[in-house]
Nanobody, 116 residues
Framework: QVQLVESGGGLVQAGGSLRLSCAAS????????MGWFRQAPGKQREFVAR???????NYADSVKGRFTISRDNAKNTLYLQMDSLKSEDTGVYYC??????????WGQGTRVTVSS
């Protein structure tokens, strides 16, 4: 199994942008389904965005139009571009490999704090 390491989190003002990266220890070219999740303080982990096994993308309603998931198979890296950030986007962001909605591997997470 690959190992996943997220980076790119930090403190940003509301309305700002961040790009998260998820570097895999091995090739992700054969891993069709990968995604991002987040966990806000005191809340359960929730889905943010994913690549589906057929190459499509899904987004949570709360981030549609503001977040963009992408991947670079040559660099074995998954990205999450986050624009127009809101205070409610604050949390720890995790990337994961998936089979359908079953998580196979989690990263360790990267913290995002949006100040209002």
């Amino acid at each position: 199994q690959v190992q996943l390491v997220e980076s790119g989190g930090g403190l940003v003002q509301a309305g700002g942008s961040l790009r998260l990266s998820c570097a895999a220890s091995g090739s992700i070219a054969s891993i069709s389904a990968m995604g991002w999740f987040r966990q806000a303080p005191g809340k359960q982990r929730e889905f943010v965005a994913r690549f589906t096994s057929d190459g499509g993308t899904n987004y949570a309603d709360s981030v549609k139009g503001r977040f963009t998931i992408s991947r670079d198979n040559a660099k074995n890296t998954l990205y999450l571009q986050m624009d127009s950030l809101k205070s409610e986007d604050t949390g720890v962001y995790y990337c994961a490999t998936m089979v359908q909605w079953t998580i196979q591997v989690w990263g360790q997470g990267t913290r995002v704090t949006v100040s209002s």
